[in-house]
Protein backbone atom coordinates (compact mmCIF):
# COMPACT_ATOMS: atom_id res chain seq x y z
CA UNK A 1 0.00 0.00 0.00
CA UNK A 2 1.40 3.74 -0.92
CA UNK A 3 2.23 5.75 2.34
CA UNK A 4 3.90 7.60 4.43
CA UNK A 5 6.18 5.79 6.87
CA UNK A 6 7.87 7.31 9.87
CA UNK A 7 10.22 5.80 12.23
CA UNK A 8 10.71 5.21 15.16
CA UNK A 9 7.14 5.62 16.82
CA UNK A 10 9.02 6.80 19.98
CA UNK A 11 12.54 8.08 20.89
CA UNK A 12 14.47 9.22 23.57
CA UNK A 13 17.45 12.18 23.32
CA UNK A 14 19.83 12.69 26.11
CA UNK A 15 21.33 16.26 26.79
CA UNK A 16 23.32 17.62 24.18
CA UNK A 17 22.93 14.84 21.65
CA UNK A 18 21.64 14.95 18.16
CA UNK A 19 18.52 12.47 16.77
CA UNK A 20 17.60 11.94 13.55
CA UNK A 21 13.99 11.18 12.87
CA UNK A 22 13.16 9.02 9.62
CA UNK A 23 10.17 10.02 7.16
CA UNK A 24 9.78 7.36 3.86
CA UNK A 25 7.23 7.88 1.44
CA UNK A 26 6.24 6.03 -1.56
CA UNK A 27 3.35 7.89 -3.06
CA UNK A 28 5.77 9.36 -5.63
CA UNK A 29 4.84 13.13 -4.05
CA UNK A 30 7.33 15.83 -5.11
CA UNK A 31 7.32 17.77 -2.19
CA UNK A 32 7.55 16.60 1.84
CA UNK A 33 7.16 18.38 4.87
CA UNK A 34 8.14 18.56 8.75
CA UNK A 35 6.01 19.69 11.09
CA UNK A 36 5.80 19.93 15.00
CA UNK A 37 2.90 19.19 17.56
CA UNK A 38 2.77 20.50 21.07
CA UNK A 39 -0.29 19.74 23.36
CA UNK A 40 -3.03 21.98 22.59
CA UNK A 41 -1.41 23.71 19.56
CA UNK A 42 -1.84 23.28 15.67
CA UNK A 43 0.71 22.43 13.41
CA UNK A 44 4.01 24.89 12.68
CA UNK A 45 5.96 23.99 10.02
CA UNK A 46 9.67 23.11 10.44
CA UNK A 47 11.06 22.34 7.22
CA UNK A 48 10.17 21.61 3.44
CA UNK A 49 10.88 20.56 0.38
CA UNK A 50 9.82 20.40 -3.14
CA UNK A 51 12.14 18.85 -4.98
CA UNK A 52 15.52 16.19 -4.46
CA UNK A 53 18.28 18.40 -3.35
CA UNK A 54 15.94 21.27 -2.52
CA UNK A 55 14.16 22.56 0.97
CA UNK A 56 13.60 25.65 2.83
CA UNK A 57 13.09 26.75 6.28
CA UNK A 58 9.76 27.31 7.74
CA UNK A 59 8.51 29.12 10.98
CA UNK A 60 10.03 27.33 13.13
CA UNK A 61 13.78 25.77 11.64
CA UNK A 62 16.01 26.85 14.68
CA UNK A 63 17.59 23.70 15.90
CA UNK A 64 16.61 21.78 13.16
CA UNK A 65 18.25 20.56 9.60
CA UNK A 66 16.90 18.26 6.90
CA UNK A 67 18.19 16.83 4.11
CA UNK A 68 16.77 15.21 0.43
CA UNK A 69 19.04 13.05 -1.64
CA UNK A 70 16.25 11.13 -2.74
CA UNK A 71 12.61 11.82 -3.69
CA UNK A 72 10.86 9.21 -1.14
CA UNK A 73 13.26 10.09 2.39
CA UNK A 74 13.19 13.65 4.10
CA UNK A 75 15.18 12.92 7.58
CA UNK A 76 14.68 15.71 10.06
CA UNK A 77 17.66 15.94 12.73
CA UNK A 78 16.72 17.15 16.16
CA UNK A 79 20.10 19.01 17.19
CA UNK A 80 21.49 19.69 20.68
CA UNK A 81 20.84 23.52 19.80
CA UNK A 82 17.14 22.48 19.81
CA UNK A 83 16.42 23.14 24.05
CA UNK A 84 12.73 22.28 23.61
CA UNK A 85 12.55 19.30 21.46
CA UNK A 86 9.99 17.14 23.29
CA UNK A 87 7.28 17.39 21.18
CA UNK A 88 4.92 14.96 18.40
CA UNK A 89 6.72 15.44 15.15
CA UNK A 90 4.59 14.83 12.18
CA UNK A 91 6.36 13.89 8.60
CA UNK A 92 3.65 15.25 5.42
CA UNK A 93 3.71 14.90 1.81
CA UNK A 94 1.87 16.09 -1.41
CA UNK A 95 2.05 16.42 -5.24
CA UNK A 96 3.77 19.94 -6.06
CA UNK A 97 0.56 20.78 -7.89
CA UNK A 98 -1.25 21.38 -4.23
CA UNK A 99 -2.78 18.76 -3.55
CA UNK A 100 -3.85 18.19 -0.27
CA UNK A 101 -0.64 16.84 2.24
CA UNK A 102 -0.99 13.34 3.67
CA UNK A 103 0.95 12.15 6.82
CA UNK A 104 2.69 9.72 8.53
CA UNK A 105 1.98 8.76 12.09
CA UNK A 106 4.53 10.45 13.72
CA UNK A 107 7.09 10.11 15.89
CA UNK A 108 7.47 11.04 19.62
CA UNK A 109 10.45 12.85 21.32
CA UNK A 110 11.33 13.07 24.53
CA UNK A 111 14.48 14.02 27.07
CA UNK A 112 15.80 11.74 29.26
CA UNK B 1 1.89 35.93 8.93
CA UNK B 2 -1.54 34.32 7.53
CA UNK B 3 -3.54 32.74 10.61
CA UNK B 4 -6.57 30.61 11.57
CA UNK B 5 -9.32 30.74 14.35
CA UNK B 6 -10.47 27.67 14.77
CA UNK B 7 -13.31 27.08 16.85
CA UNK B 8 -14.59 26.01 19.26
CA UNK B 9 -11.81 24.59 21.45
CA UNK B 10 -13.58 21.39 22.52
CA UNK B 11 -16.93 20.06 22.33
CA UNK B 12 -18.55 17.67 24.83
CA UNK B 13 -21.83 15.85 23.41
CA UNK B 14 -24.13 13.18 23.18
CA UNK B 15 -24.13 10.43 20.87
CA UNK B 16 -26.10 10.85 17.92
CA UNK B 17 -26.36 14.76 18.00
CA UNK B 18 -25.20 17.09 15.35
CA UNK B 19 -22.04 19.12 15.51
CA UNK B 20 -20.79 22.34 13.86
CA UNK B 21 -17.40 23.69 14.09
CA UNK B 22 -15.77 26.85 11.99
CA UNK B 23 -12.62 28.31 11.17
CA UNK B 24 -11.51 31.77 9.97
CA UNK B 25 -8.41 33.49 8.19
CA UNK B 26 -7.14 36.95 8.67
CA UNK B 27 -6.48 36.31 4.77
CA UNK B 28 -7.78 34.59 1.66
CA UNK B 29 -7.08 30.97 0.98
CA UNK B 30 -7.59 29.20 -2.17
CA UNK B 31 -7.97 25.98 -0.60
CA UNK B 32 -9.22 24.65 2.70
CA UNK B 33 -8.64 21.38 4.08
CA UNK B 34 -10.48 19.55 7.15
CA UNK B 35 -8.33 17.00 9.36
CA UNK B 36 -9.08 14.44 11.99
CA UNK B 37 -6.42 13.18 13.99
CA UNK B 38 -7.06 10.24 17.00
CA UNK B 39 -4.61 9.89 19.37
CA UNK B 40 -0.68 9.11 18.92
CA UNK B 41 -1.16 9.27 14.56
CA UNK B 42 -1.09 11.78 12.30
CA UNK B 43 -4.02 14.06 10.77
CA UNK B 44 -6.13 11.99 8.07
CA UNK B 45 -7.38 14.18 5.48
CA UNK B 46 -11.43 14.02 5.82
CA UNK B 47 -12.40 16.78 2.68
CA UNK B 48 -10.82 19.23 1.00
CA UNK B 49 -12.45 22.00 -0.62
CA UNK B 50 -11.02 24.15 -3.75
CA UNK B 51 -13.67 26.93 -4.75
CA UNK B 52 -15.68 29.58 -2.76
CA UNK B 53 -19.17 28.48 -2.38
CA UNK B 54 -18.09 24.64 -2.60
CA UNK B 55 -20.30 22.18 -0.56
CA UNK B 56 -18.69 18.89 0.00
CA UNK B 57 -20.03 15.93 1.57
CA UNK B 58 -18.43 12.76 2.86
CA UNK B 59 -20.81 10.20 4.50
CA UNK B 60 -21.72 12.00 7.46
CA UNK B 61 -19.60 14.99 7.40
CA UNK B 62 -20.28 18.26 5.49
CA UNK B 63 -17.50 21.38 4.80
CA UNK B 64 -18.04 24.53 3.16
CA UNK B 65 -15.62 27.05 1.64
CA UNK B 66 -17.01 30.42 2.35
CA UNK B 67 -17.73 32.99 -0.25
CA UNK B 68 -15.62 35.71 0.87
CA UNK B 69 -12.66 33.07 1.02
CA UNK B 70 -11.91 33.47 5.11
CA UNK B 71 -13.76 31.08 6.26
CA UNK B 72 -14.98 27.22 6.10
CA UNK B 73 -17.22 25.14 8.38
CA UNK B 74 -17.37 21.30 9.27
CA UNK B 75 -20.58 19.60 10.20
CA UNK B 76 -20.99 15.52 11.27
CA UNK B 77 -24.44 14.64 11.83
CA UNK B 78 -25.47 12.00 13.88
CA UNK B 79 -22.17 11.55 15.79
CA UNK B 80 -21.12 8.33 16.89
CA UNK B 81 -18.29 6.81 19.42
CA UNK B 82 -15.71 6.81 16.94
CA UNK B 83 -16.32 10.65 15.95
CA UNK B 84 -13.90 11.32 18.70
CA UNK B 85 -11.02 12.99 18.27
CA UNK B 86 -9.38 16.44 17.27
CA UNK B 87 -10.19 18.21 14.17
CA UNK B 88 -7.91 20.85 12.12
CA UNK B 89 -8.75 22.91 9.63
CA UNK B 90 -5.71 24.16 7.29
CA UNK B 91 -5.58 26.47 4.12
CA UNK B 92 -2.99 27.53 1.39
CA UNK B 93 -3.28 30.71 -0.66
CA UNK B 94 -1.00 28.69 -4.19
CA UNK B 95 -3.26 28.20 -6.92
CA UNK B 96 -2.79 24.45 -8.77
CA UNK B 97 -1.68 25.62 -12.11
CA UNK B 98 1.12 27.59 -10.59
CA UNK B 99 4.48 26.38 -8.54
CA UNK B 100 3.37 28.93 -5.82
CA UNK B 101 3.42 28.10 -2.16
CA UNK B 102 1.87 25.22 -1.29
CA UNK B 103 2.49 25.80 2.69
CA UNK B 104 -0.65 25.19 4.99
CA UNK B 105 -1.63 27.14 7.72
CA UNK B 106 -3.11 25.28 10.80
CA UNK B 107 -6.09 26.17 13.16
CA UNK B 108 -5.33 25.05 16.43
CA UNK B 109 -8.20 22.43 16.47
CA UNK B 110 -11.62 21.37 18.34
CA UNK B 111 -11.19 18.77 20.24
CA UNK B 112 -14.65 16.72 19.76
CA UNK B 113 -15.87 14.02 22.79
CA UNK B 114 -18.69 11.87 22.32
CA UNK B 115 -20.45 10.39 25.02
CA UNK B 116 -22.11 7.23 24.12
Known amino acids: DGGITQSPKYLFRKEGQNVTLSCEQNLNHDAMYWYRQDPGQGLRLIYY???????QKGDIAEGYSVSREKKESFPLTVTSAQKNPTAFYLC???????????FGDGTRLSIL | GQQLNQSPQSMFIQEGEDVSMNCTSSSIFNTWLWYKQDPGEGPVLLIALYKAGELTSNGRLTAQFGITRKDSFLNISASIPSDVGIYFCAGHSGTPSGGSNYKLTFGKGTLLTVNP
Open chain 1, 92 to 102: ASSDRRGQPQH
Open chain 1, 49 to 55: SQIVNDF
